[in-house]
């Protein structure tokens, strides 16, 4: 049985995406051969939106590197809420109530680890000059905190 997004037809989650990446998900799309897809901002990663949409989403609505894809759009509509450590289903999903509830350890795994990676990019830039993590490339050579959406 199809799952919600592909029984409707559904993308909506791609359009204005501020999905947040780990550095694994990084260097797996960089290993495929891509390498603009990404910004900095606030010392967390986030995929970039191009025309108002994730710039992996072709013109059928499908995701071009889905086998890959990062694991936070793997597992959205189930977010994290840190602060109440519990897993909720978004709201801004039109199908949410069709997905089930899930409490998965993986995705508050997946949280924490990108609040880490986050501190250690933070604390790297206050003892210097910023270093990207060992596999991230910024070909540009742009200040994370000046680069801009
Ligand atoms: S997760 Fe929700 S918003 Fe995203 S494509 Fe699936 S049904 Fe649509």
Redesign the pocket.
Known sequence: MKN??LR?G?????YNTEMMLTENDVNRIISLGYQDFYYQKDGFIYLKNEDDKCIFLDENGRCKIYPHRPLGCKY??HIYDYENDEILLDK?????KEFSLESTEELKELVLTILCEREKRINSLSRGPFEFPEGISDKKGKHPEKESK
């Not at 801004?92 to 949410?96: A, E, L, Q, V």
């Open positions: 919600p997004c409707h559904c993308s909506k989650c791609c959205y509509p801004d999903c039109p199908y949410r």
